[in-house]
């Protein structure tokens, strides 16, 4: 059980594009989602944690009004790059956890983002 | 100051052997602590949970020193497939901290 799908794996798209990342918890519910970005050699850096129905709430440093998440279900939620440029080629990783308990993650198998 | 430090390595190690990672982490009111394990280009996925009094997994142990706020993961008789990063995560009431992992590559 608890697993999480990404789609899609990779991308890559020309600079000024938008790329849209789907998550899914593919055998349970998931209030809850987070989103994550890791670029080469680096931690995993939280950029937003989606609630089911509600606006993600992004950390510190975070563009909103870049990186639009929609929760729409208890089993999905995207992550919309917009206006992507090569700077935001990275590692995007989400994670899903129980609602009974929260603290464990399970993470997609991640999107590899390169932007042209 | 981070919130997570690790030592990053790279630690390289003939198989066999014994390796330990220490992880240490600022917030005393952390709650939960976990190791993940880290492939390249893939995703973390738990490798333990730390508690307090301690935990083992076969070749895996894993310590939680709350008073030093730090820690362990101890991993004996090391195979060529332990080979990755091990990252150490931290939880707060609302939060999730990585550590930056420790790169671990198991020599033949």
Not at chain 1, 13 to 36: H, P
């Amino acid at each position: 059980g608890a697993v999480v799908s990404q789609h899609p794996s990779w991308v890559i798209c020309k600079s000024g594009t938008s790329v849209k990342i789907e998550c899914r918890s593919l055998d349970f519910q998931a209030t809850t989602m987070f989103w994550y970005r890791q670029f080469p050699k680096q931690s995993l850096m939280l950029m937003a944690t989606s609630n089911e129905g509600s606006k993600a709430t992004y950390e510190q440093g975070v563009e909103k009004d870049k990186f639009l998440i929609n929760h729409a279900s208890l089993t999905l939620s995207t992550l919309t790059v917009t206006s992507a440029h090569p700077e935001d080629s990275s590692f995007y990783i989400c994670s899903a956890s129980y609602p009974a308990s929260t603290d464990t993650q399970y993470f997609g198998p991640g999107t590899r983002l390169t932007v042209l | 100051r981070k919130e997570v430090e690790q030592d990053p390595g790279p630690f390289n190690v003939p198989e066999g052997a014994t390796v330990a990672f220490n992880c240490t982490y600022s917030n005393s009111a952390s709650q939960s602590f976990f190791w993940y394990r880290q492939d390249c280009r893939k995703e973390p996925k738990l490798l333990m949970s730390v508690y307090s009094s301690g935990n083992e997994d076969g070749r895996f142990t894993a310590q939680l020193n709350r008073a030093s706020q730090y820690i362990s993961l101890l991993i004996r008789d090391s195979k060529l497939s332990d080979s990755a990063t091990y990252l150490c995560v931290v939880t707060g009431a609302n939060n999730l901290f990585f550590g930056t992992g420790t790169r671990l590559t198991v020599i033949p």
